[in-house]
């Protein structure tokens, strides 16, 4: 008979402390109002709005794809990389929702050579 109690042996885990919530929508607005600074600089101002809506939605099918991709859970009590995609889906749709039929057209005019 051992000496000691035979308790499985665990050994410690350190968990860094999480920043939280709020720090993964901070660096959402921070990366999509980094988008919209290049496109203030490049384009025409009646422009920037439909190009940040077209930009932004690429980035929300961009994340979503990755978030399927690397099969991230939808219902967790943390911010993943759904809620960042549905982040900047919402940014372009409200951006596409400002913009008026004539920006849209001269951004196409822009882009397609119409």
Not at 5 to 31: K, M
Request: glycine share 8%; hydrophobic share 60%; proline share 7%.
């Amino acid at each position: 008979m051992s000496r000691f109690a035979d308790v499985p042996h665990h050994p410690v885990a350190f968990q860094v402390p999480s920043p939280g919530r709020h720090a993964a929508w901070f660096v959402l607005a921070a990366l999509m109002g980094s988008a919209f600074v290049p496109l203030a600089w490049l384009l025409p101002a009646s422009l920037v709005l439909p190009a940040y809506s077209v930009v932004a939605i690429a980035a929300a099918a961009l994340l979503a794809l990755v978030a399927w991709l690397t099969r991230s859970p939808r219902r967790v009590g943390h911010v993943t990389t759904w809620d960042l995609a549905g982040g900047c889906a919402f940014g372009g749709i409200a951006a596409a929702m400002l913009s008026r039929s004539e920006q849209v057209l001269g951004l196409a005019e822009l882009i397609f050579g119409f």
